[in-house]
């Protein structure tokens, strides 16, 4: 029974099984996965066969590998990337990679537009059927509509969601996703170059669509426009069936939805890189560019009398608390594991047994490479988004929040322009704790003093659940200053 969590004003949500943060979903302000852009080639480097590809100003140029131009090559004998481009061509492009701190996005030029049921592929002129339909007669099925739904030059990847699912519902889906091709096909033509297409922007439609599953019993939402979008998307998928009555709930708790469900605490927990274990030992995780290194410690748990029991009793309970964390952090790439020592090559293959099975579980679906002769386990994780690291890391620029005076000013000493508040402020705001606060009573501002500014000013009744981005506030401040000088 999993519960999922949606913060629209934080722009976070998260999906719980009893109780247990198992996965942070935030939208990212900058780069994402699945954001489409029209391009500028801007370098070629032909001795990797890599070009970067220019998306537009104040953002880091994306990377581009040969083997990621396959809807561009006019022949499969072309190994040159200079064969394939040119300097200052454009090149429709979709983020497959987020940026990390040093790197920019990884993109392909096979673009793919992601429904509730169907996948499309607008370059790539084949029918693909997920591999977790198991059912032989309803993969015939699915293969079978989707020849007479696919166009003549576009492929369909037919997701597992759609198993069971009524044929009416899966040519609506199809059909929105026709539509959304056809429309950025016409962005592609009117809007000025470098520039953004399509991002997937939307918090609640990507939940329904990529996280919602017949197992879970209920949805909190801490908005009622949050609520209506929740219904109007489980009812244009068709969501919601006797078998799987989904209960949706708004959240009007004082304290946050965040911290009632303590999402917050969770994400507070991940960022840390100590992990105990509830037997008493205990991980440190640490995160490099180029990969992760979890250690596992036996710290208090330990048994004299019966050391190899101990040693692979708690590498087990660390394999399954790796796995959890894995998924919490979002974790990806190359993970390296130190294992605490164990000599019995027996012990090491149920150790190894043990944390396939846990890691069978995500959906990200990490890969054991090998037990080195080191004793280092070495895995891979399929990268889902950015970790909770590169999301909430406030060293790196693009998630910092830098303002030159915190605490609010007294009339006459308002805030200071040079303020740095970057996009993803509403992110970053639940885990800020305000020390000093100035109360601001409500108040309209009359006709005269409408027109003399040129917009209406409603100052805001202040909550401690509420905050307004200051630039919002220095604004409005502003403004009440220039009235009350005049």
Request: glycine letters at 4%; zero cysteines; charged letters at 20%.
């Given at each position: 029974m999993k519960k999922i969590v949606i913060s629209r004003f934080n722009n976070i949500a998260a999906v719980l099984q009893n109780n247990r943060t198992q996965e942070i979903i935030a939208i990212n302000q900058g780069y994402q996965v699945n954001d489409i852009y029209l391009g500028s080639v801007h370098k070629i480097f032909t001795s990797i066969n890599a070009a970067f590809i220019d998306l537009g100003h104040d953002r880091k140029s994306g990377f581009i590998h040969l083997n990621d131009l396959k809807p561009l090559k006019k022949s499969h004998n072309l190994s040159q990337i200079a064969d394939v481009l040119s300097i200052h061509q454009l090149v429709l492009v979709q983020i497959i990679k987020e940026p990390t701190l040093n790197k920019g996005p990884r993109l392909t030029t096979n673009i793919n537009l992601?429904?509730?049921?169907?996948?499309l592929m607008p370059f790539c002129n084949t029918i693909n059927i997920s591999r977790k339909i198991y059912d032989q007669n309803e993969r015939s099925y699915l293969q079978a509509l989707a020849i007479l739904l696919k166009p003549a030059t576009m492929g369909l990847l037919i997701r597992s969601s759609a198993s069971g699912v009524n044929e009416e519902i899966l040519l609506e889906d199809f059909r929105l996703l026709k539509k959304q091709w056809y429309f950025i096909q016409k962005l592609a033509i009117s809007k000025s170059f470098p520039s953004l297409l399509y991002k997937d922007e939307d918090l609640i439609k990507k939940i329904i669509r990529d996280f919602?599953?017949?197992?879970?019993?209920t949805i909190v939402v801490d908005s009622e426009d949050g609520l209506k979008q929740i219904r109007y998307y489980l009812n244009q998928w068709r969501c919601i069936s006797s078998m799987n009555n989904v209960r949706l709930q708004l959240s009007k708790h004082s304290e946050g939805i965040l911290d009632k469900f303590n999402v917050n605490t969770a994400i507070?927990?991940?960022?840390?890189?100590?992990?105990?274990?509830?037997?008493?030992?205990?991980?440190?995780?640490?995160?490099?560019?180029a990969l992760t290194v979890i250690d596992v410690n036996s710290g208090s748990f330990n048994k004299a009398n019966n050391s190899k029991e101990t040693v692979l009793r708690t590498n087990c309970y660390a394999a399954t608390e790796i796995a959890y964390q894995l998924k919490v952090r979002n974790i990806n790439g190359v993970i390296i594991i130190d294992?605490?020592?164990?000599e019995s090559h027996r012990d090491q293959l149920q150790l190894l047994e043990h944390f396939n099975?846990?890691?069978?579980?995500?959906?990200?679906?990490?890969?054991?490479?090998?037990?080195?002769?080191?004793?280092?386990?070495?895995l891979t994780r399929r990268r889902r988004g950015q970790s909770l690291f590169e999301l909430f890391n406030r060293t790196s620029p693009k998630n910092a929040l830098m303002i030159s005076d915190p605490v609010l000013p007294t009339r006459g000493n308002y805030l200071k322009k040079n303020s740095l508040i970057y996009k993803?402020?509403?992110?970053?705001?639940f885990n800020t704790v305000f020390f000093n606060t100035i109360?601001?009573?409500?108040?309209?501002?009359?006709?005269?003093?409408?027109?003399?500014?040129g917009k209406k000013l409603d100052f805001l009744p202040l909550r401690y659940t509420f905050i307004v981005p200051l630039v919002l506030y220095s604004e409005i401040i502003d403004a009440?200053?220039?009235l009350d000088n005049e």
């Open positions: 992601f429904g509730r049921y169907i996948i919602y599953q017949d197992n879970i019993h507070l927990n991940a960022l840390k890189p100590k992990v105990n274990l509830s037997i008493g030992g205990y991980l440190f995780i640490e995160t490099y560019e294992f605490i020592d164990m099975r846990v890691l069978s579980i995500d959906n990200a679906k990490p890969q054991i490479i090998q037990l080195s002769k080191l004793g280092l386990v070495e993803n402020i509403n992110s970053l705001f109360s601001i009573p409500k108040r309209q501002v009359s006709l005269a003093d409408r027109i003399k500014i009440n200053f220039q």
